[in-house]
T-cell receptor
Framework: ETGVTQTPRHLVMGMTNKKSLKCEQHLGHNAMYWYKQSAKKPLELMFVYSLEERVENNSVPSRFSPECPNSSHLFLHLHTLQPEDSALYLC?????????????FGPGTRLTVL | AQKVTQAQTEISVVEKEDVTLDCVYETRDTTYYLFWYKQPPSGELVFLIRRNSFDEQNEISGRYSWNFQKSTSSFNFTITASQVVDSAVYFCALSEYQDGGSQGNLIFGKGTKLSVKP
């Protein structure tokens, strides 16, 4: 595997389900990000982890819970979501410590909440 | 406050035409970084270019060129002799310098959807 991978690519869930999105980066980076992209809004930053510590939580509802067990893996745990949470969820990674570094993105998980 | 504006929501051109995608940004910082990303239908954002605020030289990479003008806070992207494979959503983004090695976050514009027809 190369670059940034995300699984699953598509997910359909009910409002009472619990599911998790997984992201893995193979680039040796030490910062990882979750973004939400919906039809109505531009890319919204949700969470940032740098050196495995959460450094940004962009006012995201608690029904979204991130986890970063190591610098290569990032999870987004989902529970009791709402239909308006349906979106493309993108993971990205970069080298930490410098805002000059570009972020590399995964292909995203298309989430549909029924 | 930081802001990135891509006023063109959608552009449609015929193959081989030149097309320019506009990007205007707002920031109070003197040190900042600008990016362009391409998002094809597959969904993955692909990094195209990065520019820092002290480097106003225009850049050309094959059919792609970028015009950075601080005086107008613009960072426009031109595709010469467009091809069908250029069809995608293009995002402009801004990252401000953070002291102490903190992680700078990307502020994205809303994107411009480019359709290149054969």
């Amino acid at each position: 595997e190369t670059g940034v991978t995300q699984t699953p690519r598509h997910l359909v869930m009910g409002m009472t389900n619990k599911k998790s999105l997984k992201c893995e980066q193979h680039l040796g980076h030490n910062a990882m990000y979750w973004y939400k992209q919906s039809a109505k809004k531009p890319l919204e930053l949700m969470f940032v982890y740098s050196l495995e510590e959460r450094v940004e939580n962009n006012s995201v509802p608690s029904r979204f819970s991130p986890e970063c067990p190591n610098s290569s893996h990032l999870f987004l745990h989902l529970h009791t979501l709402q239909p308006e949470d349906s979106a493309l969820y993108l993971c990205a990674s970069s080298q930490a410590g410098n805002s000059y570094n570009e972020q590399f993105f995964g292909p995203g998980t298309r989430l549909t909440v029924l | 406050a930081q802001k990135v504006t891509q006023a063109q929501t959608e552009i449609s051109v015929v193959e081989k035409e030149d097309v320019t995608l506009d990007c205007v940004y707002e920031t109070r910082d003197t040190t900042y970084y600008l990016f362009w990303y391409k998002q094809p239908p597959s969904g993955e954002l692909v990094f195209l270019i990065r520019r820092n605020s002290f480097d106003e030289q225009n850049e050309i990479s094959g059919r792609y060129s970028w015009n950075f003008q601080k005086s107008t806070s613009s960072f426009n992207f031109t595709i010469t002799a467009s091809q069908v494979v250029d069809s995608a959503v293009y995002f402009c983004a801004l990252s401000e310098y953070q002291d102490g090695g903190s992680q700078g976050n990307l502020i994205f514009g809303k994107g411009t959807k480019l359709s290149v027809k054969p």
